[in-house]
């Protein structure tokens, strides 16, 4: 710990431990959860498919265009969210420590907590989404118009060469909107989870945690993070999916657009369309997450995150 810092001091190395796990932890779940992401956004932006669930629509689309159309997309997904995944857990540790040293004590540190996760979890996320973008709006087009590409990298060349920069960052202000809120929800919430879990069990309990134990925490606040990151994240992602496709009028800006057709959808297509399925894949996305995680940065030797629970229980 630094003279001028109030928490441990990570190193480059560090940093690059936390980009690998992330990494890993976000293009393993992402790309494992394509098939619910591509019947998810199918029932969202395909007229065909209003009002059915995730089971009736998943099998339309394979008598229709066969077992392989649930796959569609992965490619982009697994690299976009391989970049995403490592920079916003990355960004996470690096912005998490950077405030909590700006308040100049633990004590100030642990009682603005939400704060510093709310601003550590935004930063991050907004930073990584740059990366994310031209390839979610790639995957996005792979699954919502078919025949668009083969795959990846037709896919990605064919949107340069027709669209170029507006076309990979049309659904910059959307994604925004989408994964902004979905990290908000991921680590704020799973800070307030563990914290409350480890508030019960006491400090003593807490040190002698064994390793599934400590995963079995990990998997409790990932699924209650998980749904609320589903549920903030929600409309924002049904209006990227529909952007991505080409809706509403190209003529006016991305942010009017975006707001066009939110009042064009309704407040029930917006908040309910897809929802069921968004929710189920969530929970399985945030909890996997962190627990691939914690276990990539004990088998890499990175160091543990910064705690500024509170964890004595309130009077």
Known sequence: MSSSSI??????????????????????????????DVVKTRIQVDDAMKGLNMVKAGRSIVAKEGASALLTGFGPTAVGYLVQGGGKFAGYEFFKKKFIDMTGSQEKATQRRTAIYLGASATAEFFADIALCPLEATRIRLVSQRGFASGLTTGFMRLAREEGLRGFYSGFVPLLFKQVPYAVGQFSVHEAAVEVIYRTMGPERKAKLTQLQSTG??????????????VLSHPADTLLSAINKGAGDPKQGVTSRMFSLAREFGPRRLLLAGLGPRIFMTCGLVAGQFVIYAQCKTLVGAPPGIEIHKEASLK
């Open 7 to 36: 928490t441990p001091t990570f190193r480059g190395g560090d940093y690059v431990k936390f980009f690998g796990a992330g990494a890993l932890a976000a293009t393993l779940t992402h790309g494992a959860a394509t098939p619910i």
């Open 217 to 230: 925490v990990e998997l409790s606040s990932g699924i209650v993070a998980g749904v609320a990151a589903a």
